[in-house]
């Protein structure tokens, strides 16, 4: 197989930007009885991929993981240009775990000359992200399904941090009969619970600090659901309420939604999904939190 570099150690992965080859490998084992394990990113690796990246070497034979910033997913005012990229860093992250494979494709591999069909997505990415950022989830949609096809794997990672992303992904997976099963795996935090992003890195020590409100505001509706509120506009006020005096301003959506529907609830049952996205500073977060589920 050719590939763009060798293995630097013994047990860490193989690079490689040859997607035929990878898949001729990766059927093969297939055959074999292996099962084989994809953890799609975009890169700038932190410990909530590599939790990802572990629970498919718990679960798989082989792990898969794949680096491409998709410029699809991006609208025009977006980060696409200065979106983190640290391959070298990611590479020696990945060393330390127990990928088998990285698969990190040239734009132009993934998107040739003329290229012009894309995923219409399912209902779930109408309302929150699908809002607020137009083309958003076509781009997604469209990057994961040709990772599918490139990446013959049985099981696929994905972060609860990007919920509706996940909701997505299993409805165009449910709706299109793609033979890949959907894992999701908790969102990994930093100690005072900001949820860990590659844009965290954007984020001065100002804003740093004041990022942490967006968690507090979900922790904020999981008390309120505990103690028994289940008035969606009490929770809502109460969590815009903890962004408000932290200083956050610019608040795209505070929600409390159906989990599988996404569909705003009131009351309240346990079970429901909140979901926050706001812009610290330039930078926009998201986190999201089921309430009433311990
Ligand atoms: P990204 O590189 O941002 O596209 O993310 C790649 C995958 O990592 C997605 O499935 C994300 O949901 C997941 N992910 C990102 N941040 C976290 C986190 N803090 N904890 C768990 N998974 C995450």
């Known amino acids: 197989m050719t590939s763009s570099a060798s293995r630097g150690r013994p047990d860490s992965p193989r690079v490689v930007t040859d997607s035929a080859a990878l898949s001729q490998v990766l059927r093969k084992a297939r055959t074999g009885g292996k099962v084989i394990g994809l953890v799609p990113t975009m890169g700038a690796l932190h410990a909530g991929h590599l939790s990802l990246v572990r629970a498919s ?3 798989c034979d082989l ?10 997913q991006f609208g025009p005012n977006e980060d696409f240009a200065r979106y983190p990229r640290t391959l070298e860093a990611d590479l020696r992250m990945l060393g330390r775990e127990q990928a088998d494979f990285v698969f990190a494709p040239a734009a132009d591999q993934i998107y040739q000359p003329g290229f012009s069909t894309y995923i219409e997505p399912p209902d779930v ?3 929150l992200e699908g809002r607020c950022r137009p ?6 949609a469209t990057i994961v399904l040709k990772l599918f096809h490139l990446i013959p794997a049985d ?3 994905f972060g609860q941090k990007d919920y509706q992303q996940v909701r997505v992904i299993q409805a165009m997976v449910a709706d299109l009969d793609v033979p890949i099963r959907v894992v999701i795996c908790p ?6 619970g900001l949820a860990m992003s590659s844009r965290n890195r954007y984020l001065n020590a100002t804003e740093r600090r004041q990022a942490v409100a967006i968690s507090r505001s979900l922790a904020r509706a999981e008390e309120l659901v505990r103690d028994g509120e289940r008035c969606a506009a009490t929770i809502h006020s109460a ?6 005096s932290a200083g956050i301003e610019r608040v795209d959506y505070v929600a409390l939604v159906d989990p599988l529907t996404l569909t705003d609830v009131d009351p309240v049952p346990d079970g429901t999904m909140a979901l926050v996205a706001a812009f610290v500073g330039g930078t926009r977060l998201i986190d999201n939190r089921q309430l009433g589920k311990g």
């Open 57 to 59: 070497v718990a679960a």
């Open 63 to 72: 792990t898969v993981v794949t680096i491409f910033v998709n410029p699809t």
């Open 125 to 127: 990415a109408q309302p």
């Open 135 to 140: 083309g958003h989830f076509r781009g997604v």
């Open 155 to 157: 099981i696929a990672f």
């Open 187 to 192: 969102t990994v935090r930093e100690p005072d």
């Open 239 to 244: 969590m815009c309420a903890v962004l408000t």
